[in-house]
């Protein structure tokens, strides 16, 4: 008998969960009504496909088709709950999803840098501004790390 790694994955959305399965996923979610709404799709022909025998290939692509899996799992959960009337979809949820993205990448990825190089930026060619550019590196490195320790804890 082979012995086969049977791979499951699931995510939380919006009162509820996603299980991905080999060849479907569903989403089982608490409807505004109280009773819980099911919902079930195949997944794409990608997770079958040889693509996913080539290593670097498997990974990106599978990782890509995962946050899309994971996106529409989540938009279907907060339409759910929104009732018939509002639904998140259309231009309205590509203009939201790339304000999103735009607004994490610029918060996480471009203003730290920028911050900490912030007093070479403004003082540069200023006599004696190295030692208020390396004191301020010094109090930006201890904020950012006493804010992270108490957002922790709250």
Not at 61 to 79: F, K, R, V
Not at 81 to 109: H, R, V, W
Request: some cysteine.
């Amino acid at each position: 008998m082979e012995d086969r790694i049977i791979t499951y994955g699931g995510q939380a959305v919006i009162e509820g969960v996603m299980m991905r399965g080999q060849k479907a996923y569903a989403i089982a979610m608490r409807a505004p009504d109280g009773s819980i709404a099911i919902h079930t799709q195949k997944l794409a022909n990608v997770y079958r496909s040889g693509i996913t025998k080539i290593p670097f290939l498997r990974g990106s692509i599978l990782l890509w088709d995962a946050l899309g899996l994971g996106m529409n799992a989540l938009t279907i959960s907060a339409n759910t709950q929104t009732g018939e009337d509002e639904k998140l979809e259309g231009p309205a949820l590509y203009l939201t999803l790339g304000l999103s993205l735009t607004i994490g990448i610029g918060l996480f990825f471009c203003c730290p840098p920028v911050s900490a190089d912030l007093p070479n930026i403004i003082s540069a060619g200023v006599p004696g501004s190295t030692t208020w550019s390396k004191a301020y590196c010094v109090w930006y490195f201890w904020s950012r790390t006493f804010g992270a320790s108490v957002s922790c804890r709250m």
